[in-house]
């Protein structure tokens, strides 16, 4: 980094910043062991990628015998990796958090995993890391609130039921979706990213009519707790074609749902979505619509596609329900520029983060400049962590904070910005622009005891 660089860098400390999207639970904010450092599903990929065996993400709720296993299974291909931004990473983290530089081995691990877990039992030490990375809030699945202890740092969003996302294989998964919700009687957990249908236990209720999707749609509706939550999580797949839906369109696809093919999938996620999407409007001043954009499934995970056409069709969704506020998370570093051009002339249509695929240096670098140099501060978020536990969120701010504090310090020496416009535009997206779209509100305080 320049001088200038690691200037702005010290400033971007100055002011609290919010992370408004994470998957942290408050039964374990932090790390339970090295596994919920090393395997983070991003360096999961990673390893995969070098050769690692096994390809999926751990079990959240894994047993010590499995989280021993993964981390053994890992360690002889973390050479292979040491050049990825997840592996930068997760040095932050050792380095930073636990003042460890070693690298792991089979004969250290187990050392460095007794001092991440005995971290763990500390309840001061969320607030300290969150203290560290500068993080005054943090949003979160509202599943994970468990018994509300952790409100002071948490804020919620509803991520439970994808009308609009595709799972392999499975061309009626929108009306299984909406099945799930139906058949809860609180909100719930969303299935996973990749999703082992065989195993699933059935149904009692099940769509069959059109009217079956009217109810339970009212149901799933009735059942958005709006004063606990800032936004509903959804996501928009770009293999789905969106398109009008009549009632008979859709009661005709719904007798086909035993041999149903893609067209029978776009016609069932395009009806919901609709039908959802009016509904929330009535809603629109109590929540926001999040939506991620960009990440496909594979059979073990995901990878970053994006149709121009999903962009037309995200446009349409977004002019059709004024009322309503749309954000996006976007995966696909290409499309950036298209959906800021969307940003600027849809009133209730805003930006948030790197997400997923996009949360490498380079396409951060790219996405903070477009959105710099064409949104104002208020259309857009700077960053979300997209965490599992706080240590993620302290390793991906410091690594924002460095690639922010570049692209800055290059916009002062070409005297687009003085230092002070800097950090005030800084303030605006990271902190500030969380406040204004979502909601969101700092409760953090100085260094815990």
Not at 153 to 174: C, H, K, M, V
């Amino acid at each position: 980094m320049t001088p200038l660089a690691r200037e702005v860098e010290q400033a971007l400390t100055s002011f609290p910043w919010l992370d408004p999207h994470t998957h942290v639970d408050a039964s374990h904010l932090c790390a339970r062991g090295l596994d919920d450092i090393l395997l983070y599903h991003m360096s999961v990929s990673d390893l995969y990628a070098a050769g690692c065996p096994t390809p999926t993400r751990m079990d959240e709720d894994r047993s010590k015998e499995e989280a021993r296993r993964r981390v053994l299974e890992a360690i002889p291909y973390l050479s292979k990796v040491k050049n990825t931004a997840m592996a930068w990473g997760i040095r932050i983290i050792l380095k930073e958090l636990y003042d460890w530089s070693e690298p792991i081995t089979e004969r250290n691990w187990e050392r460095l995993d007794a001092l991440i877990q005995d971290r763990n039992r500390d309840p001061q030490w969320p607030r300290y890391v969150l203290w560290r990375a500068g993080i005054a809030r943090t949003g979160t699945e509202l599943w994970r609130r468990r018994d509300g202890s952790s409100d002071d740092l948490l804020q919620y969003s509803l991520e439970w039921a994808f009308f609009a996302r595709t799972q392999w294989g499975q061309n009626d998964i929108p009306l299984y979706e909406l099945e799930c919700a139906w058949n809860a009687t609180a909100p719930g957990q969303p299935i996973p990213v990749t999703f082992n249908r065989a195993t699933a236990p059935p149904l009692l209720k099940t769509i069959r009519t059109v009217e079956d999707v009217h109810a339970a749609l009212e149901h799933y509706c009735a059942l958005i707790p709006y004063s606990q939550v800032l936004a509903t999580a959804q996501h928009i797949s770009t293999d789905i074609h969106y398109v009008y839906v009549t009632d008979a369109v859709m009661a005709d696809a719904l007798k086909r749902r035993a041999q149903a093919t893609e067209r029978e999938r776009d016609i069932y996620a395009s009806y919901i979505l609709l039908v959802f999407l009016n509904k929330l409007q009535a809603h629109g001043d109590q929540i926001v619509f999040q939506f991620s954009l960009g990440a496909e499934p594979l059979p073990h995970e995901s990878a970053a596609r994006l149709n121009q056409r999903t962009i037309v069709d995200v446009a349409q969704y977004v002019s059709l329900f004024p009322k309503l506020r749309f954000m996006c998370f976007l995966a696909s570093r290409h499309g950036n520029q298209s959906l800021c051009t969307l940003a600027r002339e849809l009133p209730n249509f805003s930006l948030a983060g790197y997400w997923w695929h996009n949360f490498f240096p380079g396409a951060i670098r790219q996405v903070m400049e477009e959105r710099l140099d064409m949104l104002p501060t208020n259309k857009q978020i700077g960053f979300f962590s997209d965490a599992y536990c706080i240590e993620w969120a302290y390793a991906k701010a410091a690594m924002v904070r460095k690639l922010l504090a570049e692209v800055l310090a290059e916009k002062m020496s070409t005297g687009q910005y003085t230092r002070d416009d800097a950090v005030a535009i800084a303030k605006g997206i990271l902190c500030d622009s969380s406040m204004e779209l979502l909601g969101m509100q700092p409760t953090g305080s100085g260094r815990p005891a």
